[in-house]
């Protein structure tokens, strides 16, 4: 079989350097998926009549989380051995330009940092926990796209050897073969995920109950998450004598979730869309309505 049928893939990560700084492709498409994640909250605001206010506080706080929460997935999930076996490791957990971001740690600090988004803003503003996490889910779709696309631009992440056509040869990381691209499967599934998403809350909100879109995001995102690990090469050593690797027992609960949070709008039938309260009727009476 001729290499000529596969993708031979040596896209340089850096685009360019400004002496000691290097602006990488995973960089800006991680900063894409924040920036397209701002202009679509925009659009649920100004839908269902939410200050606009809000925005900037929810941008920084789902950043720091992100950064934080993925990171320290990483290095906790896939090599504790390494990041808590010596002060080196340790101080290293601290940097998370030398690589090492889990999605699955970013979730569960997403997860957290709603949780206090909500319960810090939410009163007030007439939306609670499910309803945040409805339309950031949304938003999060599109960014899992993005940052499987820059784990293609950063040749990692990639599946197990191939004989389809599209296999990619990672020529930067050495190897001889096609591997699977999984980043594409990945960020491919998220983008349809995402845009099945967008539909229903553009054209459905009134149909489906609160609670309905991270039901269905869950199952969706690391349903497939679950199955495409099938055919991922091991990050790790230890995966290698698992029948699941990590990804994968970390997307059960998930999944699980989803499956639960998805009966449980159904059972509440809470509406999806904020509803704000009627303000109080003014009382137009005055005391010489009552006059005698």
Same mark, same amino acid.
């Given at each position: 079989?001729?290499?000529?049928?596969?993708?031979?893939?040596?896209? +340089?990560?850096?685009?360019? =350097?400004?002496?000691?700084?290097?602006?990488?492709?995973?960089s800006?498409?991680? $900063?894409?998926?924040?920036?397209?994640?701002?202009?679509?909250?925009?659009?649920?605001?100004?839908?269902?009549?939410?200050?606009? =206010?809000?925005?900037?506080?929810?941008?920084?706080?789902?950043?720091?989380?992100?950064?934080?929460?993925?990171r320290?997935g990483?290095?906790?999930?896939?090599?504790? +051995?390494?990041?808590?076996? =010596?002060?080196?490791?340790?101080w290293?957990?601290?940097?998370?330009?030398?690589?090492?971001?889990?999605?699955?740690?970013g979730?569960i600090?997403l997860?957290?940092?709603?949780?206090?988004?909500?319960?810090?803003?939410?009163?007030?503003?007439?939306?609670?926990?499910?309803?945040?996490?409805?339309?950031?889910?949304?938003?999060v779709?599109?960014?899992?796209?993005?940052? #499987?696309?820059?784990?293609?631009?950063?040749?990692?992440?990639?599946?197990?050897?191939?004989?389809?056509?599209?296999?990619?040869?990672?020529?930067? #990381?050495?190897?001889?073969?096609?591997?699977?691209?999984?980043?594409?499967?990945?960020?491919?599934?998220?983008?349809i995920?995402?845009?099945?998403?967008?539909?229903?809350?553009k054209?459905?909100?009134?149909?489906?109950?609160?609670?309905?879109?991270?039901?269905?995001?869950?199952?969706?995102?690391?349903?497939?998450?679950?199955?495409?690990?099938?055919?991922?090469?091991p990050?790790?050593?230890?995966?290698?004598?698992?029948?699941?690797?990590?990804?994968?027992?970390?997307?059960?609960?998930?999944?699980?979730?989803?499956?639960?949070?998805?009966?449980f709008?159904?059972? #509440?039938?809470?509406?999806?869309? $904020?509803?704000?309260p009627?303000?109080p009727?003014? +009382?137009?009476?005055?005391h010489?309505?009552?006059?005698k």
């Amino acid at each position: 079989m001729t290499d000529l049928l596969f993708v031979h893939w040596h896209v +340089d990560p850096v685009i360019f =350097s400004i002496g000691p700084v290097s602006i990488r492709w995973y960089s800006i498409l991680f $900063v894409s998926g924040f920036v397209l994640g701002w202009f679509l909250f925009k659009w649920f605001c100004k839908r269902e009549k939410l200050p606009l =206010s809000l925005l900037d506080p929810l941008l920084y706080t789902l950043l720091i989380a992100t950064i934080v929460g993925a990171r320290l997935g990483h290095c906790l999930f896939y090599q504790p +051995d390494y990041y808590l076996g =010596s002060w080196q490791g340790f101080w290293e957990i601290f940097m998370p330009w030398k690589g090492g971001l889990a999605s699955h740690g970013g979730a569960i600090a997403l997860l957290l940092a709603m949780w206090w988004f909500s319960a810090h803003y939410g009163k007030k503003n007439d939306f609670d926990f499910l309803w945040i996490m409805d339309r950031l889910c949304i938003t999060v779709a599109f960014a899992g796209c993005f940052i #499987r696309l820059g784990n293609l631009f950063n040749s990692e992440i990639y599946g197990d050897v191939t004989g389809l056509p599209w296999g990619f040869i990672f020529d930067l #990381r050495g190897e001889t073969e096609p591997k699977h691209p999984t980043q594409l499967y990945e960020a491919l599934s998220y983008l349809i995920l995402g845009l099945i998403l967008v539909w229903v809350y553009k054209n459905k909100l009134d149909k489906v109950y609160r609670g309905f879109f991270f039901g269905a995001f869950l199952i969706g995102c690391f349903g497939m998450r679950f199955l495409i690990e099938f055919i991922k090469e091991p990050q790790v050593g230890f995966e290698e004598t698992m029948a699941l690797n990590m990804g994968q027992l970390l997307s059960i609960p998930f999944i699980v979730a989803g499956i639960t949070i998805l009966a449980f709008s159904f059972i #509440r039938k809470v509406p999806a869309a $904020v509803v704000h309260p009627e303000p109080p009727k003014k +009382d137009n009476t005055t005391h010489f309505a009552h006059a005698k």
